[in-house]
Nanobody, 126 residues
């Protein structure tokens, strides 16, 4: 079994920055693709960013390109999401997902991920 725990969320003013972390345990996840998703109130969960197990392939949702950076430290079994130039519309609960059974590049759909954390709240005030 794999456990994922997100941290680093909080309240920040528009234009500010936050760094989210997703620590995994139970089994090593260094061969898993990893992804970040978010869910705003009243909306469905949406893709934010994903990274391959090697870190060679990275994908972003269009609205966060140039502002967010996903990275990973396989020695620490941790994935990060650096969020800069935050906007009120970035307000959401951010979830980390782990994809163990992949066939190709890291995905952008929920069903592609096998394990999930409980999320961390990010609130951006205007």
């Amino acid at each position: 079994q794999v456990q994922l725990v997100e941290s680093g969320g909080g309240l920040v003013q528009a234009g500010g920055s936050l760094r989210l972390s997703c620590a995994t345990s139970g089994r090593t996840t260094r061969r898993f693709h990893m992804g970040w998703f978010r869910q705003a109130p009243g909306k469905e969960r949406e893709f934010v960013a994903s990274i391959s197990w090697s870190g060679d392939s990275i994908y972003y949702e269009d609205s966060v390109k140039g502002r967010f950076t996903i990275s990973r430290d396989n020695a620490k079994n941790t994935v990060y999401l650096q969020m800069n130039s935050l906007k009120p519309e970035d307000t959401a609960v951010y979830f980390c997902g782990a994809d163990e059974y992949y066939y190709a590049d890291p995905g952008r759909y929920e069903y592609e991920y096998d394990y999930w954390g409980h999320g961390t709240q990010v609130t951006v005030s205007s």
